[in-house]
Structures are given as C-alpha cells and as structure tokens.
C-alpha cells in the first residue's frame, strides 16, 4: 500500500518541496479514494516533516501521536466549529520538536462552509513554521476562497496495472486480482472490496438481464458499498463489449453470461452505456440519491438497447 500512495503527485512533490525547503503553508490533495485519503495524508506528513521510514517521528505519525503533527477530526467524524476554534489556538504555538508544526485535515469535503470559512484567515497568514495539509476526494466541496489560498494537487485514479501490482503485493493468491483491478477505476479500496468476493459482478449481470429490474436497483440501493457495483457493472459492459465486437481476447471477464449480454446488447449500446455508468458515477460524488440514480441509469441503458437494436 504503502508503494503505492508514494507514487502520488502530492507525495513526490511535497518531499521535494521539504528538502528544499520551499514548502507552501497550505496545501490540499484531491485524492479520489476515501478510503485511502487519510493514509495517503499520513505519507505526505512524513514528507513535510522530514520522517525516515522506521524512525521514531514516521511511527508516531502512523500512530497521529506525534505532537508537532495534529489531526483533525478523528478518523471517520467531520471538523466542526469546536475543532476549528481548537486549530486555531494551537496554531498559535510553536513547534514542540522539529522545525515545523503540521496541521493535517482529513475527508474536508465534508466540512461545512461554515467551518472552511473560520479557517481562510490563517490559512491565508499563517504563523511561522505552521503548515496546513488538507484532504479531500473533490474540489466541487471545497470553497472557493480555500481553494484560491493553497496549493492543489489533484491526483488522477491509478492505472489498472498499478492497482494490479499493488493487489499481487498485498493480497496473493485471495481472488481474481485482474478482473478486481480492471473493474476498480483506478480507486484501489475498490479493488480491494472487488477482490473480497462480493457479488457485485453477478448484480451486474442481473441488472442487465432481468425483466423486474425496478426491484433489484431497490435492493441495490440498499448495499453498503455503492461504488463496487458502479465499477462492476462498468467492467461487465466493457467486457460484453469486447465480445461484442469480436474482442474477447482482451476481456477480464470470462464467462458465458458476459458472451451472452455481448450477443444482446449491440456495440453501441453498450458504449453508451459504459458513458452513462461514468456519468452517474459523478452524480452519486454530487450527492445524488443513490437508488433513483441507479434506476435511472438501468432504464437509460435498456433503452439504448432497444434503440440500437431497431438500427441494426
């Protein structure tokens, strides 16, 4: 895991940035997996702060006990005014140990602008040696005030084969890590739930071939991990693609029911409705309501099959 958060353009450039002694007070990485957000936030910590891999400074950070390293809110809560009127006085303080006194601020795409706007003064005059490291899944939660007073970094999902290499790594042998991988998006604590073997592809599978489809995005709406199953069905689509058009040599997906969508559906439907998966993807991050989102999306690419298929 650890190899892979280190790719990121915010890791890179931060420890960059330290060693030269040209760090911005403030900084925000946009980073698309919240699951790995704060860990990443913890690699960039190290980075800011100068901690060797295995020194006592690296394993307090792991640990968010390192003094001159504060972070707010306790992993899964939201910074609210209590916790922001708490920065604002510590900011005041010096450093206890090193040359730099770092405040790390994690999922800040839930804060409310109530509490992003108590923090533009000191984010845009900051006291000496405080250093302000931000984190969030997208920019369209944050201000633009708090956007315009730091240094963005805006990490891209990673490649299949990255997220692939880095499942080989920490889970050997415990499932299908390239159908997991192809399916992820580049969002690796997806792959990973793929990976776990949930039945999120055989949903997919239904959601194209059942008749009731109303009733199962119902229970589908239900499901703890929304994200999973946008992924699978965007990897099943792709793949009934390939097939398709005569490509299955590339598919991840080998099985006779992805061949058997491949027959039904005709190519251009099953390109559209790859776009229309992304495209409720981006609305589900915009807070759509995930069920009606999902309904909708079925119905959009069963109608794109009956258009194409009256083209063919």
């Known amino acids: ?19 030269r002694d040209e760090l911005s007070h403030a900084v925000l990485v946009l980073f698309p997996d919240g699951a790995l957000l704060r860990p990443l936030l913890r690699e960039c910590a190290k980075a800011i702060l100068g901690a060797e891999d295995g020194s006592r400074t690296a394993k307090l950070i792991d640990e968010e006990s390192y003094s001159d390293c504060v972070f707010y809110p306790l992993a899964g809560e939201k910074l609210t005014a209590d916790s922001t009127a708490r920065i604002l006085d510590e900011a005041a303080l010096s450093p206890v140990e090193g040359k730099r006194k770092l405040f790390v601020l994690d999922a800040f795409h839930t804060a409310s602008p109530l509490v992003q706007n108590k923090l533009l003064k000191v984010l845009e005059e900051p006291y000496e040696s405080v250093f302000f490291l931000i984190g969030a899944t997208a920019s369209s939660s944050v201000l633009p005030t708090v956007l315009s007073r730091a240094k963005k970094f805006q990490e891209a999902p990673f490649s299949e084969e990255e997220i692939e290499r880095a499942l080989a790594r920490g889970h050997a042998g415990e499932g299908d890590i390239r159908k997991a991988a192809a399916a992820s998006g580049g969002v690796y604590s997806v792959a990973e739930k793929l990976l776990a073997g949930g039945d999120e592809f055989a949903l997919a599978v239904r959601l194209l071939n059942e008749e009731n489809y109303v009733a199962l995005c119902r229970e589908c709406g239900n499901g703890e991990d929304k994200r999973a199953l946008l992924s699978a069905l965007k990897l099943t689509l792709r793949d009934a693609l390939f097939y398709a058009t005569a490509q299955e ?34 609305q589900i991050q915009f807070n759509a309501n995930y069920a009606q989102a999902l309904l909708t999306l079925v119905a959009r690419i069963r109608r794109e099959k009956i258009k194409w298929q009256k083209l063919s």
């Not at 895991?1 to 060693?19: F, G, P, S």
């Open 1 to 19: 895991m650890q190899i892979l958060l280190r790719k990121t353009t915010a890791y890179q450039r931060l420890l960059t940035d330290a060693e």
């Open 249 to 282: 040599r590339y598919a991840a997906i080998r099985s006779e029911e992805i061949e058997a969508i491949g027959r039904e559906y005709p190519a251009g439907a099953l390109l559209e409705g790859i776009r229309l998966v992304g495209e409720t993807e981006r």
